[in-house]
């Protein structure tokens, strides 16, 4: 499989702040990310993706940073709410084959009210 | 939007005896899905890849006799395990690509959190 880690297995920020998680990838042919979003015992909801051919994208309070050189991803969110406390992964798709998500570690986001 | 369900959503079995565990994309025809495996405080790890009509790809390590994926129909996908052992203890989540996405899209399914005695 893919190797895509997260440089923070935890990140904890006071409501209102802005939260950055970050992500390596290792497989410079992938050409597709996205961000996903996981509550305690619920699958993954999509956040937001981005292409290869991009470096920037943003969403609703959330922006994707793309640097192909370094292969380093990062999620964005501004505001952050108690809400958007849960597990965010990355996942890339490797262009060869039958197009597998294959997913980061895993960073745990925490809002402290 | 897409909606993928999970049935069921928790199962309880003892050792030796077997579990299916349904897959099923409600409002969208899903001519891939995929079957992944998370243990606590673990990422996802792809178990295999089904495509409808056809024998299921299976990762490396995943034992194909043990995982029996069936993808019969265009909107069900069923994994069973077969003589679970504790170690099978895991949260099962399927997703789906379908149709009329892109070739990227996936649609997650709910999970279905299946405990071994």
């Known amino acids: 499989g893919e190797s895509v880690g997260l440089h923070l297995p935890t990140l904890s920020v006071q409501e209102g702040d802005n939260s950055i998680i970050n992500c390596a990838y290792s497989?410079?042919?992938?050409?597709?990310f996205i961000w996903y979003k996981q509550e305690s015992g619920k699958g993954p909801q999509f956040i937001i993706d981005i292409r290869s051919n991009m470096d920037k994208r943003q969403g609703q309070r959330v922006t994707v940073l793309l640097n192909k050189t370094v292969k380093h991803l990062s999620l964005q969110i501004a505001a952050t709410q108690p809400g958007d406390s849960a597990v965010y992964f990355c996942?890339?798709?490797?262009?060869?084959?039958?197009?597998?998500?294959?997913f980061g570690t895993g960073t745990r986001l925490t809002v402290i009210p | 939007g897409a909606v993928v369900s999970q049935h069921p959503s928790w199962v309880i079995c003892k050792s030796g005896t077997s579990v299916k565990i349904e897959c099923r994309s409600l409002?969208?025809?899903?001519?891939?899905m995929f079957w992944y495996r998370q243990f606590p405080k673990q990422s996802l790890m792809l178990m295999a890849t089904?495509?409808?009509?056809?024998?299921?790809?299976?990762e490396q390590g995943v034992e194909k006799d043990k995982f029996l994926i069936n993808h019969a129909s265009l909107t069900l996908s069923t994994l069973t395990v077969t003589s679970a052992h504790p170690e099978d203890s895991s949260f099962y989540i399927c997703?789906?690509?379908?149709?009329?996405?892109?070739?990227?899209?996936?649609?997650f399914g709910p999970g279905t959190r299946l405990t071994v005695t």
């Open positions: 409002d969208f025809q899903a001519t891939t």
């Open positions: 997703s789906a690509r379908g149709t009329r996405d892109s070739r990227y899209e996936q649609y």
């Open positions: 497989n410079s042919a992938s050409d597709y």
């Open positions: 996942a890339e798709i490797n262009q060869t084959g039958a197009n597998n998500l294959f």
């Open positions: 089904s495509n409808e009509g056809s024998k299921a790809t299976y």
